[in-house]
């Protein structure tokens, strides 16, 4: 359905076009010489023009690049800004805290406020912090490991659990082996993990029977590979599952987080013994927390020889400074609160039906697929259901098309795919902006 010789002639317009646009980032890039990859961090890289936007400002859903263009972000750093950019009772409580002093390596008592609310939204109740979903994850496996004396953890193909070494394992024609372009792994991750298909609870069963998997860490809703939901049943099933194996159940709610305020944990009503979450719970400031079972807890209590208070692999000197704590407290008590997720999921419903009138309008064979206050549109109809399948259904010179597009107009999705989040200052007006050029991106490209 899709000209690929007109594709590729007005990708490159509206190449050129934002390099017409934006000469001061393409300085900037072109001068950064001492950077890795020219970028602060080398996945800046992935953009779909070229060059990065170099940042201004960033106020509410609002970005400015160096340049002086305007966007409205649906990015939002990724979900790191889940609540906004700078939003005020973050930016005054950081401020606040840092004059005060931020890393004394003391304990202060936001943390107790925000370990009892994270356990009002999410359930269980003892919690410690991290700086990133990534080290929350890989502290997480550490102390399921030492509990069960279990070498494994199992994943989903193609799920989305930061870096952590582990996960980076799909399935294959041949077996489970290592995703593509797992850089410097330190062993074959084979040996540290297994691999289950998301929504196939037969997979999963024949991998805990080996009875070697101490966690299945799983997103409750695949997102990093496209929006990939759960089918009736499914979460039920592997809780019942891992219970049967004497496996633990790990909910990673960094992304899902936008299903609801207490996640996929709490709207779907689920029960797992670890959660873990990062990025939007300190409104824009690193901060992280993972989240076990009073049960869990009694065990590693119980455990005298492991080291958890110096050199034992769980922790880190910034993990839980005053700062990021201080943020978290702020965001959460202010922010992301009840009645901001109603207000974003009713933005999400607005965008995710615009962009279905897009699709029906022009017969296109995609799909849309939204997770509360976060919306998808897939090259795929009907969606993928579980991560190869929607590994397989990728375009990624369709995707660039579309979001260097939206770019030069003005709005910004995440760069990894189609997403687009809802913040709590995101509006209307933006949200139907982004079906007007949406529309006009499809009907250049459909144009005989």
């Known amino acids: 359905m899709i000209d690929r010789d007109r594709l590729g002639a007005l990708l490159r317009r509206e190449r050129a076009t934002f390099a017409d646009r934006n000469p001061r980032s393409a300085a900037e890039y072109a001068r950064a010489g001492h950077l890795f990859g020219r ?45 906004g950019h700078a939003p005020a009772p973050v930016a005054a409580a950081v401020q606040e805290r840092f004059s005060a002093g931020a890393c004394a390596m003391l304990p202060t008592p936001d943390a107790a406020w925000v370990g009892e609310e994270l356990t009002r939204r999410f359930g269980v109740t003892e919690w410690s912090f991290a700086l990133s979903a990534t080290d929350a994850n890989r502290w997480a496996i550490r102390l399921l490991r030492a509990v069960t004396g279990r070498p494994k953890i199992l994943f989903n193909s193609y799920c989305y659990h930061g870096s952590v070494d582990e996960s980076l394992i ?8 290592s995703r593509e372009g797992n850089v410097g ?17 037969e997979g999963l069963a024949r991998e805990l029977a080996h009875g070697d998997v101490a966690a299945v860490v799983m997103e409750p809703a695949l997102t990093n590979i496209g929006i990939v939901l759960p089918e009736p049943g499914y979460l039920e099933g592997v809780r019942e599952l891992t219970r049967r194996h004497g496996t633990y159940l790990v909910n990673d709610e960094t992304h899902t987080f936008s299903a609801g305020p ?29 989240g076990i079972s009073q049960e869990i807890a009694g ?14 692999g769980v922790g880190g000197t910034l993990a839980g400074n005053a700062l990021s704590i201080a943020a978290a407290r702020a965001t959460l008590e202010h922010v992301l609160t009840d ?7 009713a933005l999400a419903v ?37 991560g190869t399948e929607s590994a397989a259904k990728a375009d990624p010179e369709l995707e660039d ?7 030069n107009r003005g709005i910004l999705l995440t760069p990894f795919h189609n997403m687009a989040l809802m913040s709590p200052d995101t509006t209307a007006q933006q949200v139907d902006r982004h079906e007007t050029v949406f529309e006009a991106a499809i009907s250049e490209l459909q144009r005989a």
């Open 39 to 83: 970028v602060p961090m080398t996945w800046m890289n992935k953009n779909a023009a070229g060059f990065p936007l170099y940042l201004a400002t960033a106020r509410g859903a609002t970005l400015t690049d160096v340049d002086g263009h305007e966007y409205t972000d649906f990015c939002l750093g990724d979900t790191a800004a889940m609540a």
């Open 339 to 345: 009645e901001a997720f109603a207000r974003m999921e």
């Open 350 to 386: 607005r965008f995710a039906d615009g962009v279905r009138r897009v699709v029906d309008a022009y017969a296109l064979p995609w799909s849309v697929s939204r997770l509360g206050a976060r919306v998808e549109y897939r090259f795929a109809d009907p969606a993928p259901r579980n």
């Open 170 to 177: 799909v399935t294959g024609e041949d077996g489970p082996r």
């Open 262 to 290: 207490g996640g996929a944990t709490k709207r779907w009503g689920l029960r797992p013994d670890v959660v873990t979450i990062g990025k939007a719970i300190g409104g824009g400031i690193p901060a992280a927390a993972y």
């Open 401 to 407: 098309y579309l979001h260097v597009y939206l770019a």
């Open 185 to 201: 792994a330190p062993c074959d991750v084979t040996l540290t993990s297994r691999v289950a298909e998301f929504n196939d609870l």
């Open 299 to 312: 065990k590693i209590a119980g455990m005298r020889h492991l080291d958890l208070v110096d050199m034992g």
